[in-house]
């Protein structure tokens, strides 16, 4: 990825957070992109294309919700929650709510979507068990890290870093020209570079 592309997606990330924030502290208002652009004092043209383009972004996965033309409103819907993201060594997941009438929810390994032990995600409730509920990832909102200790384990033409903490609830891949001299069962540090929608592992 170029230095150009990390920046936008750096500043897309910071900005659709504060959004978020100002939606959260004005949980019953409506605002319209004008009103959400002087919020968070932006007033260069082409960041506030980018708001807008946040803004049905936050819309289409009902973060938001649409309130009028260029209207929104904080989506209330007690289905969708963010919360830090817990793993076991099962690689299931769970939230923890916070609340002492509400069971922490248990998040099934099919339906963790990339999601790593410690990291803030958006998930909706899809049942209500008889023991605890249940939920999806929908969304990482914000990775805890990218960086994690582990023992090298060779193939024929790839390794994997197998994590010493067994709840971060994934191995990660790694090219063969990118070990760097690492061998098999030896300790290192790996780094978390990239994770496509159709593989396993990062």
């Known amino acids: 990825m170029s230095k150009r592309k990390k920046s936008n997606k750096k500043l897309t990330h910071s ?3 504060i959004i978020r924030k100002v939606f959260k502290e004005n949980p019953d208002s409506t605002l319209n992109h004008k009103q959400v652009c002087a919020m968070i004092n932006v007033k260069e043209s082409a960041i506030r ?10 819309s289409k996965k009902e973060i938001l919700k649409k309130a009028g033309y260029n209207i929104y409103q904080l989506n209330h ?15 299931a997941g769970f939230v923890v709510v916070n609340d002492p009438e509400v069971e922490d929810i248990f998040i099934p390994p099919h339906s963790i979507n990339q999601a790593i032990g410690g ?28 960086q994690f200790v582990g023992t090298i384990q060779m193939h024929d033409n790839y390794a994997f870093l197998i994590p010493d903490n067994p709840r971060v609830g994934t191995d990660i891949f790694i090219q063969k020209e990118k070990l760097k ?12 570079t990239v994770w496509p929608k159709s593989a396993q592992s990062p």
């Open 119 to 146: 990291d803030l995600v958006k998930i909706q409730i899809t049942k209500q068990g008889k023991k605890r509920p249940e939920g999806v990832v929908l969304e990482v909102i914000e990775r805890e890290r990218s």
């Open 181 to 192: 001299g690492a061998k098999e069962g030896d300790k290192a540090i790996a780094e978390i």
């Open 15 to 17: 900005l659709a957070h």
């Open 49 to 58: 294309k980018l708001v807008y383009s946040i803004l049905e972004d936050l």
């Open 77 to 91: 819907n007690e289905s969708f929650l963010e919360r830090i993201i817990q793993m076991t060594a099962r690689k």
